[in-house]
């Protein structure tokens, strides 16, 4: 049987004779009993820890991560992707670690991919790896393709990087890049508040190749009409928050200087 936490509390074990000892995954759960603990047996033969965000699931996704050796924080109610981030972060405060890795429940990222964010951190000395699916995009939908696409070159410009997959989910972030984050959003859309406080902030952001996995056992909680509107809620917002920091930047320069 798990062991059921308060909300926000997080289980604290560690296990030990991992690859990368000093790598946390965090994976946000809802409703994904069938796939959760198979995830976490595979992340946990690349990671030192599994954090998984049980938010507010109603069947047996904490049971299933329990068993499969996942550590647990339990949100009573369903919160969104976004809320399970921000409470997984506010507990990683507290613990010692060089790397965090994202990643979802469904089954739809490879954990065995872990490495490839490593070493691509390590070599490039970047400090956000973000998956790239649109390289082996096998098995996408064409309308995800599509929105993908779109959705990839406003966010690229926006966050002035160039990334082919800046929407994907399956993510490395440094300890600073982790520790500079004050998230809001509560939905999906926190990918992209991630990528755009992180490179705005000056870290370094690269992406690596990795798996595009959709089988009709991945059921996706993204809901298309939902999440694409908040996400353009979210792009406009900041891109006013954007223009208002520029024109007082002009006019704080504008300003005479007053001679003693």
């Given at each position: 049987?798990?062991?059921?936490l308060?909300?926000?509390?997080?289980?604290?074990?560690?296990?030990?004779?991992t690859?990368?000892t000093?790598?946390?995954?965090?994976?946000?759960?809802?409703?994904?009993?069938?796939?959760?603990?198979?995830?976490?047996?595979?992340?946990?033969r690349?990671?030192?820890?599994?954090?998984?965000?049980?938010?507010?699931?109603?069947d047996?996704?904490?049971?299933?991560?329990?068993?499969?050796?996942?550590?647990?924080?339990?949100?009573?109610?369903?919160r969104g992707?976004?809320?399970?981030v921000?409470?997984a972060?506010?507990?990683?405060?507290?613990?010692?670690?060089?790397?965090?890795v994202?990643?979802?429940?469904?089954?739809?990222?490879?954990?065995?991919?872990?490495?490839?964010?490593?070493?691509?951190?390590?070599?490039?000395?970047?400090?956000?790896?973000?998956?790239?699916?649109?390289?082996?995009?096998?098995?996408?939908p064409?309308?995800?393709?599509?929105?993908?696409h779109?959705?990839?070159?406003?966010?690229?410009?926006?966050?002035?990087?160039?990334l082919?997959d800046?929407?994907?989910?399956?993510?490395l972030?440094?300890?600073?890049?982790?520790?500079?984050?004050?998230?809001?959003?509560?939905?999906?859309?926190?990918?992209?508040?991630?990528?755009?406080?992180?490179?705005?902030?000056?870290?370094?952001v690269?992406?690596?190749?990795?798996?595009?996995?959709?089988t009709?056992?991945?059921?996706?909680?993204i809901?298309?009409?939902?999440?694409?509107?908040?996400f353009?809620?979210l792009?406009?917002?900041?891109?006013?928050?954007?223009?208002i920091?520029?024109?007082?930047?002009?006019?704080?320069?504008?300003?005479?200087?007053?001679k003693?």
């Amino acid at each position: 049987m798990p062991q059921f936490l308060k909300d926000g509390e997080i289980l604290t074990k560690k296990r030990k004779n991992t690859f990368y000892t000093d790598v946390i995954a965090v994976i946000p759960a809802y409703n994904d009993e069938k796939t959760i603990g198979n995830v976490v047996r595979k992340t946990l033969r690349k990671v030192g820890r599994c954090i998984v965000v049980n938010d507010g699931s109603d069947d047996g996704t904490a049971n299933a991560a329990v068993d499969a050796g996942a550590e647990l924080i339990v949100h009573v109610s369903n919160r969104g992707k976004g809320a399970a981030v921000r409470t997984a972060l506010n507990c990683l405060r507290k613990i010692s670690y060089k790397y965090m890795v994202l990643l979802d429940a469904d089954g739809q990222h490879e954990p065995g991919e872990i490495a490839r964010l490593v070493q691509a951190a390590q070599r490039r000395r970047a400090h956000l790896v973000c998956g790239n699916r649109m390289s082996k995009p096998e098995g996408m939908p064409l309308i995800r393709r599509i929105t993908n696409h779109v959705m990839s070159r406003i966010v690229s410009k926006l966050c002035r990087v160039n990334l082919a997959d800046p929407q994907c989910g399956y993510r490395l972030l440094s300890r600073r890049a982790v520790e500079s984050l004050q998230l809001t959003k509560s939905n999906f859309e926190v990918d992209t508040e991630i990528l755009y406080q992180v490179s705005r902030k000056g870290f370094k952001v690269t992406e690596v190749t990795i798996s595009s996995i959709y089988t009709k056992k991945n059921s996706s909680n993204i809901h298309p009409f939902s999440d694409t509107f908040r996400f353009f809620r979210l792009v406009f917002g900041l891109l006013i928050s954007k223009s208002i920091s520029t024109e007082k930047s002009k006019v704080e320069c504008q300003k005479p200087k007053i001679k003693s």
